[in-house]
């Protein structure tokens, strides 16, 4: 069974810095990966969504990379400001692409 | 806009009273799924449906029931609710199986 990891389990950075959000997968065999962001009482908003086959992706100061073969998703965000502190989250599709596993997030906040 | 919506947003019930909570998307998508979250066991998938007429069980199905009888639609019922359906709900659409995911505002729900 699929079971996804995400490190660390909570995060404070200053304004301004760039940071590293680690994700990792058990099953390599994988169709798809997707981050998202959680806000306190909200629901999930899309991030990014790499392709099985694509080593990254990039939104804005966003940056995803995919090692599938290695279980390993990060997520990069750079110069944070404090309206990026939310919950970040990532989960990944199965082969078949209708299962979709949840990592347990990562809770950034970015102080001013 | 393009959106996912869900009704009620807040629901309190006593044991054993059926409740449907409903979710409606606007994208014409063709997948839909049922998550719910709770504190220290992060987001489960409950039912996903890939069109119409066509559902299947997540990892956490027991207890539920869903139908997807227009594409639009993919209402969650619940006919005998106990205490341990006490969660917060998403719903979820994707245009196709391992697509990006758009979420719904979430259902709080409490069992007394």
């Known amino acids: 069974k699929q079971e996804v990891t995400q490190i660390p389990a909570a995060l404070s950075v200053p304004e301004g810095e760039n940071l590293v959000l680690n994700c990792s997968f058990t099953d390599s065999a994988i169709y798809n990966l997707q981050w998202f962001r959680q806000d306190p009482g909200k629901g999930l908003t899309s991030l990014l969504l790499?392709?099985?086959?694509?080593r990254e992706q990039t939104s804005g100061r966003l940056n995803a990379s995919l090692d599938k073969s290695s279980g390993r998703s990060t997520l990069y965000i750079a110069a944070s400001q404090p309206g990026d502190s939310a919950t970040y989250l990532c989960?990944?599709?199965?082969?078949?692409?209708?299962?979709?596993?949840f990592g347990g997030g990562t809770r950034l906040m970015v102080k001013p | 806009e393009a959106q996912v919506t869900q009704n009620p947003r807040y629901l309190i019930t006593v044991t054993g009273k059926k409740l449907t909570v409903t979710c409606s998307q606007n994208m014409n998508h063709e997948y839909m799924s049922w998550y719910r979250q709770d504190p220290g066991l992060g987001l489960r998938q409950i039912y996903y449906s890939m069109n119409v007429e066509v559902t299947d069980k997540g990892d956490v199905p027991e207890g539920y029931k869903v139908s997807r009888k227009e594409k639009r639609n993919f209402p969650l019922i619940l006919e005998s609710p106990s205490p341990n359906q006490t969660s917060l709900y998403f719903c979820a659409s994707s245009s196709a199986g391992g697509g990006e995911q758009y979420f719904g505002p979430g259902t709080r729900l409490t069992v007394t």
């Open positions: 989960a990944v599709y199965n082969n078949a692409g209708n299962m979709l596993t």
């Open positions: 790499i392709q099985s086959s694509q």
